[in-house]
Nanobody, 120 residues
Framework: QVQLVESGGGLVQTGGSLRLSCGAS?????????????AKWFRQSPGNQRECVAL???????NYRESVRGRFTISADSTPNTMCLEMNNLKPEDTAVYYC?????????WGPGTQVSVSS
């Protein structure tokens, strides 16, 4: 059973940066599970629906929500079965719980989430 765990969340000031990581267990370490499957980062703030902010396709292009394009970068890390979300120039509206997601043979897997809070 594949399990995902996010880390790297925290409290930062407006304009600050954070690097979120998502580690996968329960699957082979090579190739990186996030490189060979569609992987995404979502976020959800109170009272709002969960929204996708970044995705990467197997060995293919990435895509971003318009509000984070140019500030966020999704990538498969060199650490086995790890992907990252580099977040720069953070804004108060980026405050949310961030979740990683990977789809393996049509089945989605989710992590429990990590809180990101941006103070003004």
């Amino acid at each position: 059973q594949v399990q995902l765990v996010e880390s790297g969340g925290g409290l930062v000031q407006t304009g600050g940066s954070l690097r979120l990581s998502c580690g996968a267990s329960g699957t082979a370490s090579s190739p990186n599970v996030f490189s060979v499957n569609t992987a995404k980062w979502f976020r959800q703030s109170p009272g709002n629906q969960r929204e996708c902010v970044a995705l990467m396709t197997p060995y293919g292009p990435t895509n971003y929500r318009e509000s984070v394009r140019g500030r966020f970068t999704i990538s498969a890390d060199s650490t086995p079965n790890t992907m990252c979300l580099e977040m720069n120039n953070l804004k108060p509206e980026d405050t949310a719980v961030y979740y990683c997601n990977v789809q393996i043979t049509m089945k989605p897997y989710w992590g429990p989430g990590t809180q990101v809070s941006v103070s003004s």
